[in-house]
């Protein structure tokens, strides 16, 4: 049987969407066998010829392998990191070579990544191939169902094995004590050679003298990795024993982990699965391994464990609800010449994400398509895309998907669109269950939609005769991004391709060279940021460094800059009219007779910029409209496209959706927060990213999540940042793409600008103590890989919330240890608006050399769990920090408490147990002193880093990260768990998973 994967769950996949119906759990395994054995195929790659490879499962059934390969061990993809694998010829780079090709039964691919990354591959018989397909297929199946421990136990068995079999440079299966000493320098372990050489003696037990074997080796790495936190925090709660029994565990979980309901046979459940030693299980106590293993586990996680499922009520209508939305689904990458693929809506659904974008156009032979118009990027079928959607809509959850319709085709095609969308989606389009009456005045909830899509788009007015097959609509409600003097002529590249496509990369080059690249967590992402001043913008230079990332502003700067180049002849064809037709994004301003009016906020001032080169459009546009058929018409029922409305306007009915360019909403936001917040309490809207973002970055959607927007549109394609954000907010109900807003955003009205926003409410105050950090890695491609200097690292906690809450704050630096440094600091914040705070964890390498970011974990202030938690770095194996959670609550106004060291301390309840500890050192038993003479320690530095103040609400900082996963495992109820979300509206803070839990 395959590790991790139970034959219940094996025979529940046998109806997984596209693998063979019928087969056995033995067929499954001699797949894996197979797959374990290799198979020689062919790699496609973007030109004519491709590559033959040995492809091969690892042992572990962890990685995908190959060989031969210049990239040594790290030519592997993880099962972990894989998306979609799909059969056929159904990729980009398949469609690049002639029909005849290459047999379809023999070709695949495999998705994989934060970028959906394709391997393309060849076999050379079809049984191969399904053989490959199938097994990978059940092998995602079980990775991604399996719990959380046992999903934990499996990756640091895999990373323990896969470490040493890369230490182990010579292939003996063993390590000698040069290879070990090379190990923990790659594992920024900084011990003493002569403390390392009395270790590696002590777990050399074999005949094998001066070597370590594998298992030897794991003895080793135990006695290296003792933590000396956790075994302080054993010794005061077990009385300085060195293990602890049911009553010691009970009072820990209580005080510390504010646990209730705590009964001696769950305490002995903790010790039977947790503690490895027998002796100790028949003892009925729990050892420091035994400890460590509990708080690494899925119950010591600071993520609470009921928010992997929904946990929040369902019932409210559609605009009380903050929805997950993908802008531009189908494109790979940027917005004017990368790739639409079919399968990146099947990526984002079972993401979570709820509303996707179908950008529509004529296309030949009567058949819809579905790309970004006036630009370069690739075309798909209209009909694939609906077929996807059916097929994934529901696969993760239930809670309805909104299709938002960009329709910009010939009424005939329109119909085609209809009868797709009917033909295909059949029931799912069936409202009439949903409303008995037409009641127009509330929107239905995600519970009773459950199931259902909607399709956001256009409707005929009502005034319209019953017999008409098509009627003319207003042109101003669709969110065309594309300025009319910077469109493709018709669209069509076709006749000068290649010489378009270079004006297109050299203006995108001019625009990174343009721009600064930001100090940003990840330094791969090029990001638009503020330029010296040139010209007449230059003026705004001052006004611009206070929100230097509220919107597009900075890259409208970077833009004009490149529109300046072009005039002034740079353009490498010699005609300017070339350069306009291809740049969609590029607006060239209307300067005449535009004065630009001095502002002190970025946003008033760079919308008149944007309005300017848009006003004598806006005359016409509002004048623009275009022929709709019934059929499509008809399809829209809860979610119609109307024009921007002014937000102090009262609405005539909730069953319609504004769209907002972030421009305009940021505007809005600036001038109106009060009126925003209640025009988006009774109708929906949609923002989606200037389209100055032509590299497909992103904006911050925290500010516009403030003002109850709920459908804030990201390029889901842009790993980073924003979108590990937009992950955490939604992850706190279940990861089903609705987050139930505060009900002060639901009902009543205040200003999320204010400092003050809520007088009166009582407020919670965030105390953090950062103890010590685990396995922190060098940071990605640092500059001389495993071979640099060990880091000096440091954490910073970042809150993100309404603008008062922002803040910052971080640990002094610890020199020369990433394997287990001890920070012991203690970071205060108050927050006024709990129910929508992000809290951010970064670990940096203090070491101003090279690539500093090392690492990041966000998670929703309500999904946070109280005690002594790990917070796990995203994406990587065995990573994490430390730390120890207390919330209060506080009245009165609070300033933003900074360094206020020792107030944990005060509180004998939030007590650190392990400087009490440390401070009764003379008693402890003479093990103490053998453990904690092996554990890793370091100077630090006694200077901090100040990064005070707002978070960067700028574009997209690609840090790149993947979500852990987790169940719920814990019995007990939590005394003082923190809220899982805002309060239900009309209720205050009660109903489930609504605010603390009350002891009964």
Known sequence: MITGLPSALLQHRMEE????????????????????????????????????????????????????????????????????????????????????????????????????????LVSSNGEEARTWITGLRYLMAGISDEDSLSKRQRTRDQWLKQTFDEADKNGDGSLSINEVLQLLHKLNVNLPRQKVKQMFKEADTDDNQGTLGFDEFCAFYKMMSTRRDLYLLMLTYSNHKDHLDTEDLKRFLEVEQKMTDVTEQYCLNIIDQFEPCLENKSKEVLGIDGFTNYTRSPEGDIFNPRHYQVNQDMTYPLSYYFITSSHNTYLIGDQLMSQSRVDMYSWVLQAGCRCVEVDCWDGPDGEPIVHHGYTLTSKILFK???????????????????????????????????????????????????????????????????????????????????????????????????????????????????????IAKKKLDSLIKESKIRDCEDPNNFTVSTLPPSGKLGQKAEGKKKFASLGASATDKAMSKVEEDMESGEDLSGSKRNSRLLMSSFSKRKKKGSKLKKTSSLEEGDDDLDSQGSQSRGINRQKKTMKLSRALSDLVKYTKSVGIHDVETEISSSWQVSSFSETKAHQILQQKPAHYLRFNQHQLSRIYPSSYRVDSSNYNPQPFWNAGCQMVALNYQSEGRMLQLNRAKFNANGNCGYVLKPQCMCQGVFNPNSEDPLPGQLKKQLILRIISGQQLPKPRDSMLGDRGEIIDPFVEVEIIGLPVDCNKEQTRVVDDNGFNPMWEETLVFTVHMPEIALVRFLVWDHDPIGRDFIGQRTLAFTSMMPGYRHVYLEGMEEASIFVHVAINDISGKVKQALGLKGLFLRNPKQASLDSHAAGQSHNRPSISGQLLRRTASAPTKSQKKAKKGFPELTMDTKDNGSEGAGEDTSQPRFDSEPESAAPAPGTLGEGPGRGPKVKN
């Open 17 to 120: 969407p596209g693998t063979q119906e019928g087969l056995s759990p033995d067929q499954v395994e001699r797949c894996i066998s197979s797959m374990q054995s290799g198979t020689q195929m062919v790699k496609l790659r973007g030109g004519s010829k491709g590559l033959v490879r040995f492809y091969y499962l690892d042992e572990h059934k962890s990685c995908i392998r190959w060989r031969p390969s210049r990239k040594n061990e790290k030519a592997k993809i993880s099962i972990d990191s894989v998306q979609e694998v799909c059969e056929g010829k159904q990729s980009e780079i398949f469609q690049r070579y002639a029909d005849g090709s290459f047999d379809p039964n023999c070709c695949f691919s495999i998705y994989y990544g934060d970028h959906m990354e394709s391997l393309d």
């Open 384 to 502: 694939d895309v609906i077929e996807t959607i059916n097929k994934y809509a529901f696969i993760k959850n239930e809670y309805p998907v909104i299709l938002s319709i960009e329709n910009h085709c010939s009424v005939l095609q329109q119909k085609k669109m209809a009868q797709y969308l009917t033909d295909i989606l059949g029931d799912k389009l069936d409202l009439s269950s949903v409303s008995s009456e037409d009641d127009s005045t509330t929107l239905p909830s995600p519970e009773k939609l459950k199931g259902k899509i909607l399709v956001k788009g256009k409707k005929l007015p009502a005034n319209i005769s019953e017999d008409a097959e098509e009627g003319d609509v207003s042109d101003e409600d669709s969110a065309d991004e594309i300025d009319e003097d910077c469109k493709l002529m018709n669209g069509d590249a076709s006749t000068n391709r290649k010489r378009v496509e270079n």
